[in-house]
């Protein structure tokens, strides 16, 4: 198998002026695509702005050869964007929404401001720029985007409660985006990263910080953009040069009423909590009507006769 290259293609990659970002620009020019290098060039907080940061990763490509324009705009105005890969290239294949920013308080300290900042950059901006892409991507039968999660998101992370939420809602829009650009061969895919950037200077300790290259989480960004990978509405974790693929699963659960006409009470719910809970044989659901499918067969097997105590308990939603 040869070398995967992006000859031809068009890559959007925003806030590429620094960090991961800036991995990801000079991954894609090194192997052939077109870069927009977008980049607001402002704080780690969100404040200010510049252009210093895009214009440097553009030099630095141009001097490897490769070929790249600066855009200055903000995520929030993504059509703007995607109109300077089309304006300066004819085309866009590849939306990588990575730009971020972090406004850390408790959740108690946490001011409309925070909220509204955070959630402007993650999720409105990447609503933005995939909402202007994916006409094109459409029309042209064609689109990869990444949007840019965290395991703050996935898992919650003391003082960042404004920014796990817009990571997990990126996580939300993935999921159906997925679904809606499937017959258009559009994929869209999240990369939940740990690299060494200014927004991780100062969390992680100096011995993890200088193994946790931008570089090393690069290559899987890249592999998700190009057109041989199937992958789409995956949420994958990498650093360090590792990668896995994380997952929601439920439980089998339990169900709660031993009869259709039956209704439940908050005893009913506490009696079977420890199987409403217990994660042994839990299942991952492919998809929403996987979900529904189980709840349709608990519901059949209420129809068709009592189902009895001793079942009950070792009910399993499986179709
Ligand atoms: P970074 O601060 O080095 O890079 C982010 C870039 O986005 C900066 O150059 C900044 O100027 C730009 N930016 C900020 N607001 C913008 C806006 N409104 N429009 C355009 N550009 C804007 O940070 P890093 O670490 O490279 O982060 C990249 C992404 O990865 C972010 O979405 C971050 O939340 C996410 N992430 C990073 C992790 C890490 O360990 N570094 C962990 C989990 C997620």
């Known amino acids: 198998m040869g070398d995967l290259r992006f000859d031809g ?28 290098v977008n980049d607001l060039g402002g704080g780690r907080h969100g404040d200010g702005s510049s252009s210093k940061a895009a214009d440097a990763v553009v030099d630095e490509i141009r001097r490897n050869g490769g070929t790249a324009v600066a855009d ?41 401001q925070d909220w509204d900042l955070v959630h402007a950059v993650h999720l409105k901006g990447s609503f933005k720029t995939t909402q202007a892409a994916f006409p094109v991507f459409k029309k042209q039968g064609y689109g990869r985007i990444v949007m840019t999660s965290s395991n703050s998101g996935l898992y919650g992370n003391f003082g960042q409660a404004n920014y796990s939420a817009a990571k997990l809602g990126l996580v939300g829009l993935t999921n159906t985006i997925a679904i809606e650009g499937a017959k258009n061969n559009i994929h869209c895919n999240v990369i939940v990263p740990t690299a060494a950037s200014r927004l991780t200077e100062d969390i992680l300790p100096p011995d993890l910080f200088a193994e946790l290259k931008p570089e090393l989480i690069a290559p899987v960004v ?12 995956a949420v994958i974790e990498s650093a360090a040069g590792w990668a896995g693929k994380c997952q929601i699963i439920r439980a089998n659960g339990s169900l709660l009423r031993t009869k259709i006409t039956d209704g439940v009470s908050v005893e009913n719910v506490r009696d079977n909590w420890q199987q409403v809970t217990s994660m042994t044989g839990a ?28 079942e009950m308990d070792v009910f399993e939603f499986t179709e």
């Not at 299942?283 to 001793?310: F, H, P, W």
């Open 9 to 36: 293609r068009v890559a959007v990659v925003t806030g590429a002026g620094a960090g991961l970002g800036k991995s990801y620009a000079l991954l894609f020019a090194s192997r052939g695509a077109k870069v927009v």
């Open 72 to 112: 200055y705009n903000s995520v929030v105005d993504g059509e703007k964007i995607v109109k300077t890969a089309l304006d300066n290239f004819g085309r866009i294949d590849i939306l990588v929404n990575n730009a971020g920013i972090l406004r850390d308080k408790s959740f108690a300290r946490i001011s409309d």
């Open 222 to 233: 890249a592999y998700l953009c190009h057109e041989s990978c199937p992958e789409n509405g």
């Open 283 to 310: 299942e991952i659901l492919a998809s929403i009507q996987d979900a529904t499918g189980a709840l349709m067969t608990s519901l059949d097997n209420l129809r068709s006769g009592d189902v009895k105590k001793e």
